[in-house]
Nanobody, 123 residues
Framework: VQLQASGGGLVQAGGSLRLSCAAS????????MAWFRQNPGKEREFVAH????????LYADSVKGRFTIFRDNGKNTMYLQMNSLKPEDTAVYYC?????????????????WGQGTQVTVSS
């Protein structure tokens, strides 16, 4: 599967953005999906996870209650709705996919990655 992330940009603190991750292929619905983020010189960190059906989610404590991950299997697209953004949310955001159903919050569990989209939150 090939992934294309989009929707990043510059937003003021307290604002919102919606990221999208469009996937190629006809088997998108069988993939576990996730969002990670990374800043220069730092390790890529987990943001949110979504099961193949969309029925199970997992969030990093730092975004819980502010971010929502969801998918539209009919459109082969996954989303990350980000509300109440903070300057510390600034990063390049990557979407990821895995055929392994127990994949959760570890970078090493995901085989496929999008190219990343920059999110910058100003104070």
């Amino acid at each position: 599967v090939q992934l294309q992330a989009s929707g990043g940009g510059l937003v003021q603190a307290g604002g919102s953005l919606r990221l999208s991750c469009a996937a190629s292929g006809r088997t998108f619905s069988s993939y576990v999906m996730a969002w990670f983020r990374q800043n220069p010189g730092k390790e890529r960190e987990f943001v949110a996870h979504l099961s193949w059906s969309g029925g199970s989610t997992l969030y990093a404590d730092s975004v819980k209650g502010r971010f929502t991950i969801f998918r539209d299997n009919g459109k082969n697209t996954m989303y990350l709705q980000m509300n109440s953004l903070k300057p510390e949310d600034t990063a390049v955001y990557y979407c990821a996919a895995s055929k392994v159903q127990y994949s959760r919050d570890d970078v090493s569990e995901y085989e496929y990655w999008g190219q990343g989209t920059q999110v910058t939150v100003s104070s």
